[in-house]
Nanobody
Framework: QVQLVESGGGLVQAGDSLSLSCAPSERTASIYATAWFRQAPGKEREFVAAISWSGVDTAYPNSVKGRFTISRDNAKNTVYLQMNSLRPEDTAVYYC??????????????????WGQGTQVTVSS
């Protein structure tokens, strides 16, 4: 079973930037498309960003489009989420997810097979 490890969360002020990273605990060839989801207290987990295996295609919901950027470095086996112009409503636990079945950037949770433990992002007003 592939284990994903997220890093980079923390406490920032509104308008600040933060970068998250996600990598498997050991190098594996079974990870293709990768995505970020988040879950705020009392809310359902929601899609944040996805990137195809090639890195060419990405997907974002309107709530983060233009502020968040997902990227990947396959040589380092790492996916990044650059978050700019953060808002208090971005406060959540952020989860990395990877698929062993699809190479496309998909927004649906059921496309992803491996999940990280999550990293807390808190944005104060």
């Amino acid at each position: 079973q592939v284990q994903l490890v997220e890093s980079g969360g923390g406490l920032v002020q509104a308008g600040d930037s933060l970068s998250l990273s996600c990598a498997p605990s050991e190098r594996t060839a079974s990870i293709y498309a990768t995505a970020w989801f988040r879950q705020a207290p009392g809310k359902e987990r929601e899609f944040v960003a996805a990137i195809s295996w090639s890195g060419v295609d990405t997907a974002y919901p309107n709530s983060v489009k233009g502020r968040f950027t997902i990227s990947r470095d396959n040589a380092k086996n790492t996916v990044y989420l650059q978050m700019n112009s953060l808002r208090p409503e971005d406060t959540a636990v952020y989860y990395c997810a990877a698929s062993s079945r699809t190479t496309y950037a998909r927004p649906n949770e059921n496309q992803y097979d491996y999940w990280g433990q999550g990293t807390q992002v808190t944005v104060s007003s």
